[in-house]
């Protein structure tokens, strides 16, 4: 992908890796609104998807050396805030605030209603006992554990690959999104 100036991501990511303060700026206006808007799309206040944008720019800056030339930015940073994203709705539903509550009022435009919020974890509950153990525990332990371990400790407990865990993950994820929708 081309930024503004016409700079591949392989370009930022060599220029980033070389201090040049350019091209951090270059990849944060690139990329700064593609990933505050994952965590809005799943509800977040403005100032949680703040919050979620900056850990995200942070991973990155600590991952930069270890990161391939060839990636592609856009999906490993939308990955990111994905996962924090829902790293954040699982500590707040713990903590009492409901990710449902969040998500009814925000997508469904209206209060928080308990039965609506307990008929919706009723129907991920079914949807994900349809989709098979092997994607069910992969689900659980990426956005349910509240230990949130890292993709290596996944691949380690599930007996995968580490390069495996992003690519099956969506797939179970259709898996999951083809049942719900039955």
């Known amino acids: 992908m081309r930024g503004a100036g016409g700079e591949s991501d392989r370009d930022l990511i060599r220029a980033c890796r070389d201090g040049r303060v350019e091209a951090w700026r270059t990849l944060l ?3 700064e609104r593609l990933v505050f808007s994952v965590p809005r799309k799943y509800g977040l206040s403005a100032e949680d998807a703040a919050d979620v944008t900056q850990l995200t720019f942070t991973i ?3 991952s930069m050396d270890k990161l391939p030339e060839d990636s592609r930015l856009g999906g490993w940073l939308t990955t990111v805030a994905r996962r924090h994203t829902w790293r954040l709705l699982e500590r707040n539903r713990r903590q009492g605030i409901g990710r449902h509550a969040v ?3 925000n ?3 209206g209060g928080t209603n308990p039965i609506e919020s307990w008929e919706l974890g009723e129907w991920l509950g079914q ?3 349809l989709i098979g153990r092997s994607c069910r525990d992969l689900l659980f332990a990426l956005y ?3 230990t949130q371990p890292s993709y290596a400790e ?3 407990r599930l007996g995968m690959a580490v390069g495996s865990v992003g ?3 969506i797939r179970c994820l259709e898996r999951l999104r083809r049942v719900l929708d039955e």
């Open 167 to 169: 690519p099956t993950r």
């Open 103 to 105: 998500l009814d009022e």
């Open 144 to 146: 349910l554990d509240p």
């Open 154 to 156: 996944v691949a380690e």
């Open 60 to 62: 990155l800056v600590q």
């Open 127 to 129: 949807g994900l006992s």
């Open 29 to 31: 206006k690139k990329y």
């Open 107 to 109: 997508i469904m435009g």
